[in-house]
């Protein structure tokens, strides 16, 4: 009996996908289909599969060529599945000519024709159409948005407006998107907003940008008053409109997968969070020159906030600040304290000082460590009291991570609710309760020292 194996995603199931298993089967007496999960797709950069794994593997069944279906999880499953199941030829579509020939010194490599003018991209295109998307801002993080966006299919960066028509314009040259002079227009131009201006502006564009109809993904922090941020997903909601906060930490798989592990009681009971992020900055640059939205609190709190949010929730019982502040009054070293009635948490952010960037979750029967970069979370280690008892995870994380996000915003728009709980409306709400006190302590104080 010749034994065949063949792998796909076969996401919107087409006429390629079944062409190329009836030929498949053809090959042989027994065909085994590897249908990818949602995680291992994501690992090599699919983001955007819309039909679920059993939804795929149904689609697989109904062409009666496979024998049996197995789940594809991992890179390397293949040659294990290969010597497992006795395989006689491995055989996929022509677009990925010689990537599997390493295969070869264990079965035989076949690569079918792949159906010409049809794809998963195509019928996803047709399915929703593209969502243009226009960006508020023209500094760093939009600079390393578009090339993000750029790869996730679906979206497309089209317009760049600026109140400084000069920058605008400077940035739609360098990415080949136009500059709007007249936001009226800007916002026509657009389905989605990307708001990446000054912090102080946030609120304004999110209100303004959902009143004009449009979805909304802005940078953390989103504003920095509890109501305003409730206000906004309120409006947003009674509209029909998507809004998200831009915390990339939050999207990325590598950081869901940390705190899925974390609160299933491998550690026990969770008792500490401690997470710490710092960046030196010059005194000249606009994280510490801003005199009302400046800092180092506002400018890396969303990051540290958010693990503890996640595993602790938002029924605090009291936050405490402490900073050590420049001439100007403006964090360059912030201590924040959370007391939950079963837990403590801290949040540490520097952009004077600079610490070991690690975030630490302490519990009942061990403690789960992630060095710096976390907050780009792809390792983290869970040891218990045995010092030799240590599990390790990884998970990728590709590029600068605003792929992730824009990635969920897309999904949701189209209606896809399983990633919701990546970041939730109340994360958000809970994170500018925090900085608005925060703000009323240190414009308290810097008024009466
Ligand atoms: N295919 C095809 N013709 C098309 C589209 C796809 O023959 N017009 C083939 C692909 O070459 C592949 C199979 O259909 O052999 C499934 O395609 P996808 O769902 O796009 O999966 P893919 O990302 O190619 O996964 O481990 C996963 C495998 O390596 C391949």
Redesign the pocket.
């Known amino acids: 009996m010749i034994k065949v194996i063949?792998?796909?995603?076969?996401?919107l199931f087409?006429?390629?996908?079944y062409?190329?298993?009836q030929r498949?089967k053809q090959l042989g007496d027994y065909l085994i289909v590897?249908v990818?999960t949602e995680e291992?797709?994501q690992a090599?950069g699919?983001l955007n599969v819309k039909d679920s794994l059993l939804t795929?593997i149904e689609n697989v069944k109904k062409t009666g060529f496979a024998d049996e279906i197995i789940v594809?999880e991992s890179?390397g499953?293949?040659f294990r599945d290969i010597k497992k199941y006795n395989i006689d030829i491995f055989?996929?579509?022509?677009?990925?000519i010689g990537?599997?020939d390493y295969l070869k010194d264990y079965c035989k490599v076949i690569?079918?024709?792949?159906?010409?003018?049809?794809?998963?991209t195509m019928l996803r295109i047709q399915v929703e159409p593209i969502q243009r998307i226009g960006i508020i801002g023209t500094g760093r993080i939009a600079n390393r948005f578009v090339p993000e966006a750029a790869l996730v299919s679906g979206v497309n960066a089209r317009g760049v407006y600026n109140p400084n028509l000069k920058s605008a314009k400077l940035f739609a040259n360098k990415w080949g998107i136009d500059a709007y002079e007249d936001i009226e227009e800007f916002y026509q131009a657009s389905d989605i907003v990307y708001i990446a201006s000054p912090h102080g502006s946030h609120y304004s564009y999110v209100k303004q940008a959902l009143e004009h109809g449009k979805h909304v993904l802005c940078e953390k922090p989103l504003c920095f008053s509890k109501e305003q941020a409730k206000e906004l997903f309120r409006y947003a909601k009674d509209k029909g409109l998507i809004l998200f906060e831009g915390i990339k930490t939050a999207y990325c798989p590598g950081f869901a997968k940390l705190i899925g592990i974390a609160c299933s009681g491998i550690i026990g009971s969770i008792r500490g969070v401690e997470a710490c992020f710092t960046k030196l900055e010059s005194n000249s640059k606009r994280e510490l020159g801003d005199m009302t939205y400046g800092g180092s609190f506002i400018e890396l709190g969303s990051y540290c906030m958010l693990p503890i949010l996640k595993l602790f929730g938002y029924d605090y019982e009291e936050v405490r600040f402490d900073s050590i502040k420049n001439e100007n009054g403006i964090d360059l070293y912030t201590k924040v304290c959370i007391r939950y009635p079963n837990g403590l948490a801290t949040a540490t952010c520097g952009l004077g000082v600079k610490s070991e960037g690690k975030l630490l979750i302490s519990g009942t029967e061990g403690y789960i460590v992630v060095e710096a970069p976390w907050w780009k979370t792809s390792y983290f280690e869970v040891h218990h009291e045995n010092p030799s008892d240590i599990e390790r995870f990884s998970e990728r994380f590709l590029g600068d991570g605003l792929r992730y996000e824009v990635c969920d915003l897309l999904s949701k728009i189209g209606g896809d609710t399983r990633n919701d709980f990546k970041l939730t409306r109340s994360d958000s709400e809970t994170m500018a309760g925090i900085m608005e006190q925060f703000l009323a302590e240190r414009e308290g104080r810097r008024m009466n020292p």
Not at 14 to 17: A, N, V
């Open positions: 063949t792998y796909g995603t076969f996401d087409h006429e390629g996908h062409k190329l298993l498949a590897g990818t291992y797709d090599r699919k795929r594809e890179q499953q293949k055989t996929v579509g022509s677009d990925w990537s599997f690569y079918l024709d792949r159906t010409k003018n049809i794809s998963s």
